[in-house]
Every structure is written in structure tokens, then in C-alpha cells.
């Protein structure tokens, strides 16, 4: 019947074998999206392999202490699971708290921050120019002092229009949408994951207590 002590294991089974095929997901993700150049940021791509290389050993973890029966590990990977469910929620909450304000606010001190190739690659694909402002302003103390240059590209949003001064629009509002997006994303899938590692801190508490069919002196130790 499930519910029983064959049902918890193999629910417990699965569930690290889901967690360690998303392991591999992450990692095959930030592994092309740097190949494909995709992200340029380097400490983007790293930490997307360093999630996915910690929840493939987390979910190892879970996996021979599922096996085996093993209280000791079991112990260990429901305290980590436990954890992380905590700091995801935390994080995941946070993101669908986060208001518009919040948002521009996240986004321009981003801008300020990232390299100027990065930038100058938003500008160039999204035919914007600065931020907030349609070029680089040296008053302005949240301009960066090596803010790229719009002239090639305000030829190219003013190709069509005889107004002398055309501008190109800037990025910050453009980039609304999907900023909107990415954190309304990312607090929805963090949301759904820290719950399923509630359901496996849940399983493992019960796997622990039942005690082994097969009636083996050691099976409770």
C-alpha cells in the first residue's frame, strides 16, 4: 500500500532523480549559453553551474540515503533540503514582492555596474541609447564615466526620420517588461521548487521513522 515503507522510498528515489536531471538542465544551460555567447557575464554562468553541481550532489546525497536506508544521511540531506527551502522561499517571495520602482531601481545600478561591451550590446539590439537618458550625461552621478557611445546607433533610429533632433529612445524603459518578466518568472518557479523540497524534507522525515520490511538488525540503525 502506499504510503508504506517501499512507497516513501521509491517516492524519494524519484524525487532526487528529478532533482539531479535538473542539475544537469542548469548545467547544460549555462554551458551553452556561454559557448553561444548568450550571457557574457561570467559570474552569471558560473553561478548557474555552481546551482546546478550543488543540487546534483545534495540529490546524490538523498539518493544513497534513500538506498541504503541510512539514518546518518538522511539526517544531513534533510537539514541541507530543509535550508534551502527556507533561503528559496525567502528569494522566491521577495521577487513577487519586488514593485516597479524596485525594479528600475535593481535595473540601473545593473547598468552602472556591468561591463561597457555588455551595454553597448543592449544598445545595439534594442536600438536604445543610455539608460534613463538618451545619451551620457557627466552630471548625472548615476552615469557611468564609460558609458558607450550612441552616435552609430542614433543613425540608425533616425535613418527614416528628418527631425534634427531625433533621439534614440533610452533602454531603461524598453527593459521594463522584461525585467517585470524575469523577476515575476523567477519568484514563480522559486515558489513552485522550495515547495517540492518541503515535500522531500516531508518524505524523508517519514522514510526515517518507518522501519525496514526485510527485518534487518541494522535497517533502523
Not at 79 to 90: N, P, V
Not at 158 to 176: E, Y
Request: charged share 10%.
Amino acid at each position: 500500500m502506499c504510503g508504506g515503507f517501499t512507497c516513501s522510498k521509491n517516492a524519494l528515489i524519484a524525487l532526487n532523480i528529478l532533482y539531479v536531471m535538473i542539475g544537469f538542465l542548469l548545467i547544460g544551460v549555462g554551458v551553452y549559453a556561454r559557448a553561444a555567447s548568450i550571457v557574457t557575464n561570467l559570474p552569471i554562468v558560473g553561478g548557474i553551474l555552481a546551482c546546478g553541481v550543488i543540487l546534483i550532489c545534495i540529490s546524490m546525497l538523498g539518493l544513497a540515503g534513500a538506498v541504503k536506508h541510512h539514518q546518518v544521511m538522511l539526517f544531513f540531506y534533510m537539514i541541507i533540503l530543509f535550508m534551502l527551502f527556507l533561503i528559496q522561499f525567502s528569494i522566491a517571495s521577495s521577487c513577487l514582492a519586488v514593485n516597479s520602482e524596485q525594479q528600475q531601481q535593481f535595473a540601473e545600478q545593473g547598468w552602472m555596474t556591468v561591463p561597457t561591451e555588455l551595454r553597448q550590446q543592449v544598445q545595439d539590439s534594442m536600438l536604445c541609447c543610455g539608460f534613463n537618458a538618451t545619451g551620457p550625461s557627466p552630471k548625472s552621478p548615476l552615469t557611468p564615466a564609460d558609458e558607450p557611445t550612441c552616435d552609430i546607433i542614433q543613425r540608425k533610429c533616425c535613418s527614416s526620420n528628418s527631425d534634427p533632433d531625433c533621439h534614440c529612445p533610452p533602454c531603461g524603459p524598453l527593459l521594463q517588461d522584461k525585467i517585470d518578466y524575469a523577476f515575476k518568472l523567477c519568484g514563480g518557479l522559486g515558489i513552485f521548487f522550495s515547495f517540492t523540497e518541503f515535500v522531500g524534507v516531508w518524505l524523508t522525515v517519514r522514510y526515517r521513522n518507518q522501519k525496514d520490511p526485510r527485518g534487518l538488525p541494522s535497517a533502523f540503525l
